[in-house]
């Protein structure tokens, strides 16, 4: 077990180096020169400021040069100060944090709250209107756009009903009624997608489940249904369904940038918008670089859950 975990982890650390490569290169392939927003339009004309300023930055350094530089900064905590503001990126990066993450666990909850119940119904009624519904509703959830769904919430819940604020955010220190009322319309939009691909997942593992032996001889026992189902084959099949969630991770990462900006929530989404259309390398980086991190991190910790929760790859694990 422990040489298992070893090897996932050192795997980890070998995929966040070439995330780490990736990342700045693809910022540094994003077209404009930041040096030419930085001076402005009047300053663009001098090129002894154009010059200064790349010296002051680093951007007149070969792109090899460049890289060692920021990764050793970024393994110390340092990742630099932003062109567009000067403020250390790390405050920058630390202040948003909080703000994706909770919306990210509440996405989550939701995909969770509506995703299993529904996968239960569909396969315990399989063929039957609860599993057609089911699907109905899954295809819809994953074929419409966030972007859409954001708006049609916000026109009937928040213009018409008054019930929910149309955007913005409140800190949960700061008012919790608040903060939960303005997190409830992204939260729902960013967790549909992850809930349709939850319950198909969910549907597919318990169909499979059900017609296990030990489920007949469970039934067999006299054993009531909802015995039979809750303890015995969603428990199954929830082992499928925690490593979905922890690959769909980058769906709500990836999914938080088009929602934060729709209801204007000041999280990662947000500050990786502004820097990109600021030419801001520095916050760029940083940005995709933590999310690849979280991405990467929570992968290895479903795969150490895994081999805990099921006996045969804990086995296998030992074995190797």
Known sequence: ?????????????????????????GAHALPGDPALALAGQEGARDPELLAAIRERYGLDQPLPAQYVAWLSQVLQGDFGQSIRTSLPVADMVAD???VTLQLAACSLLVAMLVGIPIGVLAAMYRGRWPDHLGNALTLTGMSVPNFWVGLILIAVFAVQLGIFPASGFVAFADDPVANLQHLVLPSVVLGMGLSAVIMRQTRSSMVQTLSADFIRTARAKGLSEWSVVVRHALRNSLLTVTTILGLQLGLLIAGSVVTEQIFLIPGFGKLIIDAVSTRDYPVIQAVTLLAAVAYIVVNLLVDVLYTVLNPRVRLEAKAA
Do not use: E, K, N, Q
């Not at 077990?1 to 050192?10: D, E, L, N, P, Q």
């Open 1 to 25: 077990m422990t040489a298992y975990v070893i090897r996932r982890a050192g795997w980890a650390i070998v995929t966040l180096l070439l995330a780490s490569v990736v990342v700045f290169l």
């Open 96 to 98: 948003r944090i909080p």
